[in-house]
């Protein structure tokens, strides 16, 4: 069982940064590969970032390729997503997963979701 919870989000202007946490609980987490998904009002959960259990192997979504950045520390039970040059379209509630079944896999993939974190991106 992995609990998780996501903080680091807010409001900011466009071209600014936000890190957002994803912290675990139980002592396994270093074996789960862990995912950044968003969810903007009306729209279906889309991925966004993914990393797999020993942080050796990243993947991203075109979307935001070259502005986020997924990192995990397994000491801290923690996965971030670093967002660099943020855009009003990256404004969307953010959720982190948890999921053994391998790299890279869909949503519905996930056994663990956190509750989110809301990001705004005023224009």
């Known amino acids: 069982q992995v609990q998780l919870v996501e903080s680091g989000g807010g409001l900011v202007q466009a071209g600014a940064s936000l890190r957002l946490s994803c912290a675990a609980s139980?002592?396994?987490?270093?074996?789960?590969?862990m995912g950044w998904f968003r969810q903007a009002p009306g729209k279906e959960r889309e991925f966004v970032a993914a990393?797999?259990?020993?942080?050796?192997?990243?993947y991203y979504a075109d979307s935001v390729k070259g502005r986020f950045a997924i990192s995990r520390d397994n000491a801290k039970n923690t996965v971030y997503l670093q967002m660099n040059s943020l855009k009003p379209e990256d404004t969307a509630v953010y959720y982190c997963?948890?999921?053994?079944?391998?790299?890279?896999?869909?949503?519905?993939?996930?056994?663990?979701w956190g509750q989110g974190t809301q990001v705004t991106v005023s224009s």
């Open positions: 997963g948890a999921q053994l079944r391998g790299m890279p896999v869909a949503s519905t993939a996930y056994d663990y």
């Open positions: 139980g002592r396994t987490f270093s074996i789960y590969h």
């Open positions: 990393i797999n259990w020993r942080g050796a192997n990243t």
